[in-house]
DNA sequence: ATTAGCACTCGATTTTGATGAGTGCTAACA
DNA sequence: TGTTAGCACTCATCAAAATCGAGTGCTAAT
């Protein structure tokens, strides 16, 4: 039994059960499969085979005399091996999302709440990280006699303003004159290539408003990392109740509060952005997840790509009997739609 | 019985149910109320007295033969006339929320977390409504060959970006010009206030360019109303699990939704802003809710006053048997910090 | 290697009974 | 007349007991 192959038979009654319990929760028995599968097996046989998948770590019972449900080993195998491509009922989908909005924000609010609807389950959409990306323009303004206003563009149009408090008040010319010298020593960098010495020559130049030079390099460095720029949008968190074994004791509340908070969840952007294994596609079964409160949950995610270094996270977290195929081909298709939309 | 009126003795009967639901949650019985009041009375009196408040509709038998629990009747008329002061443990609460944010985004999330935690409700708060605000600066950039950033910050910092497309380039100086041409025409308006006969002039002066004219006056109508800009902040949602009359059948889920769309939010915000009764405090219990999915709580709303037209409204989100006394009384805290805070 | 048959296990559901908090009512009492 | 003691009654809650049935493991026959 030690050295013993996951046989075909082996592996279409493993596949059954997962299948079996993905659509009805309940725990399956042997006489289920033998009606379930094409092999023609009665039951006792099929009780043996299960008998030996258990040993092997792929199925459990719940309790004696209770049918077999997939253990994580049992998903990931299934995850990994078993698969099958889905009739994609996605054209609807397409359509939906297609009304591009043009404030990206609501675009990844829009995605989340779609993907929710569609898979009935919770999802989670990352607005992407910017770190790499290239100045495009600083403009300072007087606002009041005492404050100026910075905004500061980088490459992809994302925006940001900052307010900035001077001592005293600068006149129209000055301002002029900064912003043409920050604009002609800065567009085009990147952050990391802002040093030092850089710096020293800008103030050097600015003369008496060096002060003000370090306080807009102080913004842009602050506005680029900004970390609680890390949005996070999340849909169809009730979701979770439609799933008993989500609710019950205090996981719903664990998991509600993970989802309010979204402080942990930027965990699992970090990981699903590093774990990148080329298809964009990840997926976390039950303790593999990276958030505490979801290990009772599978977690799918997929890496999107706008260009010019804009990375971000969407994913649907669920009940480890969660649709994967469903999921997966949902996923693939918001994500490819994300990464051409903004490749006009 | 039919003009019966409430007598002092009643009165502090229905004052003691109400206490003393609130602190057990359990319906309390006539053995209680005769131990727990100053009034000597025996149970037997006590019943009887029940007996009245009950026909009366003040409070209500869960089946017979248990204690009596407030009806929304009775918790109204405890709100009404019976809340006392509380002793205000709410120096801790000042400290915390003095590290005054200079963003207000932040503090305003800053401050629903900290009435969830404070209070162990579910809180919101609204970002302030700036309708009738003053333009204080719009701010012209290039960006791209085809693209045109516009800034426009209005009364009380608040700093709007949009995009607007040029067909063809614009060159520095022109682009000086517009700047120069708007902000002495717009500065100090408010939205009501730039009709069309300003918007025909500014057209006349501007030229070959009036269509820019057109697209920024459009920029900053919809940066002004734009609905999206009623950001909700919402913490502590999970809180409702630790009131099992909230969380039976669907109602967890049915909050948690609301919660979660913050559409259904944006109408108590309205309504706690219309009904404001010069207190700036609005209780709603029951029945009496704005909002369907939240029949089952009680919302006790505070209006905050930024000064300059900026109001926003904070809630909590509670069972029917909270602690009125103590959440209005944070409530009121948190709301003047919030109204002196800017006022510096 | 497969299968029919059977004893057995154990969660889920229903049944039953005991407990006790709380009530309404009546009659006695100050 | 208002208050109180006493008592029968109700009914949710809890625990123990009984029942049910789906599903198993094992053995023996094919």
Known sequence: MREMELSERKMKILQAVVRNYLETGEPVGSRTISKYTDLNLSSATIRNEMADLEEMGYIVQPHTSAGRIPSDAGYRLYVDTMMQDKERDVAELRDNLLEKEERLDQLLKQTAKLLATVTNYASMVSAPSI????????????????????????????????????????????????????????????????????????????????????????????????????????????????????????????????????????????????????????????????????????????????????KGTIGIIGPKRMDYDKVVDNLKDVMHQLDSIYKK
């Open 131 to 310: 770190h790499q990306n290239k100045l495009k323009l600083i403009q300072l303004s007087r606002v009041n006699s005492d404050q100026l206003l910075a905004v500061i563009v980088v490459e992809g149009n994302v925006i940001k303003n900052t307010l900035l408090d001077v001592e005293e008040e600068l006149d129209d010319e000055t301002i002029l004159k900064l912003n043409i010298l920050l604009n002609t020593h800065l567009n085009g960098l990147s952050i990391e290539e802002i040093n030092l010495k850089l710096i020293t020559t800008l103030k050097a130049q600015a003369g008496i408003h060096s002060d003000i030079i370090s306080n807009v390099i102080d913004a842009v460095a602050k506005a680029i990392h900004e970390e609680d720029d890390l949005e996070i949008y999340t849909s169809g968190t009730n979701n979770i109740f439609k799933y008993p074994e989500l609710t019950d004791g205090t996981k719903a509340s664990e998991l509600i509060g993970t989802f309010e908070e979204k402080q942990a969840l930027n965990e699992l952007v970090v990981r699903s952005l590093a774990e990148d294994n080329g298809t964009g596609i990840q997926v976390y079964i039950g303790d593999e997840s990276p958030v505490e409160s979801m290990k009772d949950c599978s977690i799918v995610t997929a890496t999107y790509d706008l260009g010019e270094g804009m």
